[in-house]
């Protein structure tokens, strides 16, 4: 007995290590067999070098960028195949080739199974007490959504679901991971790939037909690229980022990478390309308009700017509130974070209704997954007041008419110009009257100006706190100055023993201070940071000209060290004087309580009247009260 008991400890020990020895770990790369191949000669050209090799080519991504694959390659290996890539480089038309890795991705619900299939009312979208997206008051003022392509990139779209069929659009859909039209979820026993229908009943589900809620742009086309439900690769997220630009107006996508407050990570060379592709080519050059949901590292303590997606300036980042207008558990806080829409919260709060996998309808959508869908219906809505909008201009129209009424946190701070701005909700609360009413006769903003300024030069030591102060002309007398901010970078390339021990803060020459980087208590790294670029929105419209400070400091008074070797500060915006500006920018602290605004832009409000001005010109003075 004692022998056969030996035996069996000895193979249960074998077995443990055979199992760690092939599971990759969170660090190993595994490598697919597909490669992302930048070839010049055209698709001839591609499909030649693909036969003579051995590869499937499964067509471009975009440009003159390929997505191979080989079958007599291992689908997944934590070696890469060097022979095979090496012939590929050979080849003179061959410019780049990458042998594609898998890059985790998680959906951003934060799903709990619930027994009650109860139907509530969509309190988020408009109710009584005014705690709401105000969807009826662009409703009210015609806008529903009509004309404007919306595209969900998650885990498929339900296509034949009876609140989605009508406004289902098959040009604005792809599954990229079985590379064919159809972006039908595959079915599972646990329902895993309901996220990406969901998502998209918030944004289209059918008004008035008797199914489930409505979305907050009903009459919206919506389409669906399933790319989460496989291997997801740069070659996968640039197919799905860059999927018929002159035909989808608006991508929202509520994934990204492990919200574990650990990891930093984001879009890999393809992905860079087709975000700057798709806002200076998509639509007819005014740009495609990226929605990100902020991520769900809350618990973790994370950090959305250590999220490349979420801290891109090519996206739209939105995080959540709740019912009450808390901030979730599972919420992020960082700079780059625009704005707030609602969804789940505590047991007592009500979460997201829409539609659900297998034909269903749910009221437990949670998560910022739920927030970023609500965002991109409101933007539909404005899109549809007006088509002229540039993915700029979008994002100047959230800024200027989110409200902080009713949203609870400690850190609302007022910026260089007079706006209440925050790290957990941005300028506040997406306001879709609001939205569509400064849209419908908003005027383009100039060209977008950059300036890079290099602000170190010479490393130095970052022990428990170092501080860098300089003084930025923001390229003032150069073709790209910017005398209006939209977004500032600081490209920092450091290194830690303790990554997670820093706190990194910017502080505008206006004096607003925004935190790049809280501490993340799990983040044991050595790495450090490689011109990683942390992006801050909170001194929008600021004169940037003047003294930026950079602080850096170790928040728990360890004895750590590290150097930083480059601070590059870059600073995006306007260069001349906006028309935008002058006009009424619905002012937070003015109009903090306005809900709606009329046809003459005067704010409707019960027992309180605004006045509003445009270039210098009354357009009324009339107090009306506001149907509860």
């Known amino acids: 007995m004692d022998l056969r008991l030996a035996l069996l400890l000895l193979f249960g020990t074998l077995m443990v290590f055979l199992a760690s020895a092939v599971r990759p770990s969170t660090e190993q790369k595994v490598y697919t067999n597909t490669w992302a191949v930048h070839i010049s000669g055209g698709v001839e050209q591609a499909d030649l070098i693909a036969r003579k090799y051995g590869f499937i080519n499964h067509g471009n ?39 594609q890795v898998v890059k985790r991705r998680k959906k951003r619900d934060i799903y709990s199974e619930l027994s009650d299939p109860r139907f509530p009312q969509q309190w988020y979208l408009y109710n009584v007490n005014h705690r709401d997206l105000n969807a009826r008051g662009a409703w009210e003022q015609g806008y529903t959504g009509k004309g404007v392509v919306v595209s969900i990139l998650d885990d498929g779209i339900e296509k034949n679901h009876p609140d989605l069929i009508q406004n289902y659009d098959p040009d604005a859909s792809y599954d990229v991971n079985d590379k ?26 059918v008004a008035n037909n008797g199914i489930c809620g409505v979305g907050l742009a009903y009459n919206a086309k919506i389409g669906g690229v399933r790319m989460l439900d496989g291997e997801v690769t740069d070659a996968v997220e640039a197919q799905s980022l860059s999927l018929n630009p002159q035909h989808i107006d608006i991508y929202s996508a509520s994934w990204g990478p492990e919200d574990d407050g650990k990891t930093v990570d984001g879009p890999a060379k393809l992905a860079k390309e087709a975000f700057l592709r798709g806002v200076t080519e998509g639509r007819g050059g005014l740009g495609s308009i990226f929605v990100w949901a902020s991520g769900n590292g809350g618990r973790e303590k994370d950090s959305c700017n250590c999220d490349g997606y979420t801290n891109s300036i090519y996206t739209l980042s939105i995080s959540s509130t709740t019912q009450k207008g808390n901030v979730p558990w599972y ?45 991109a219906g409101i933007i539909a809505l404005a899109l549809e007041a007006n088509r002229n909008l540039t993915w700029r201009d979008m994002q100047h129209l959230v800024v200027r008419t989110s409200r902080p009424a009713h949203l609870n946190t400690n850190d609302w701070n007022t910026n260089g110009v007079g706006r209440k701005v925050s790290h957990s909700y941005g300028y506040g609360l997406l306001d879709a009257g609001a939205m569509v009413t400064l849209a419908r006769n908003w005027t383009n903003m100039g060209p977008q100006q950059k300036c890079v300024l290099t602000m170190l030069s010479e490393p130095r030591n970052i022990g428990s706190h170092l501080q860098i102060s300089k003084v930025a002309d923001a390229c003032e007398g150069k073709t790209n100055f910017v005398s209006s901010l939209e977004h500032a970078q600081a490209r920092l390339t450091l290194t830690y023993n303790r990554r997670g021990n820093l706190a990194i803060y910017l502080t505008s020459p206006r004096g607003t201070r925004s935190t790049l980087l809280a501490p993340r208590p799990h983040d044991y790294s050595s790495e450090g940071f490689n011109d990683w670029a942390f992006m801050t929105t909170h001194s ?6 003047g003294e930026w400070t950079l602080e850096i400091e170790n928040v728990a008074g360890a004895s750590d060290y590290g150097t930083l070797t480059q601070f590059t500060l870059v600073l995006y915006g306007t260069g001349d004087s906006s028309p935008n500006v002058s006009r009424s920018d619905y002012s937070q602290s003015a109009n903090a309580s306005c809900k709606t605004f009329n046809m003459e832009q005067v704010c409707i409000v019960i027992l309180l009247c605004v006045f509003l001005s445009l270039q210098s010109v009354v357009l009324g003075s009339t107090c009306t009260s506001r149907a509860a």
């Open 61 to 99: 991504i975009f440009g003159d960028y390929y997505h191979f694959q080989h079958r007599a390659v291992v689908k997944r290996s934590l070696m890469e195949h060097r022979s095979r890539h090496a012939r590929l480089q050979k080849e003179p038309q061959v410019k780049w080739a990458e042998q």
């Open 331 to 375: 919420s992020e806080a960082c700079s780059s974070t625009l704005a707030t829409t609602y969804s789940s919260g505590n047991l007592d709060e009500k979460q997201i209704v829409t539609t659900d996998l297998r034909q269903k309808c749910t009221d437990s959508h949670t998560g910022t997954s739920a927030s970023a869908p609500l965002a």
């Open 180 to 205: 064919d039209p159809d972006p039908q979820p595959r079915y599972t026993q646990l329902n895993d790939n309901r996220h990406g229908t969901r998502c998209a009943g918030e944004v289209a589900a």
């Open 540 to 545: 929008w419209d600021e004169d940037p000209r």
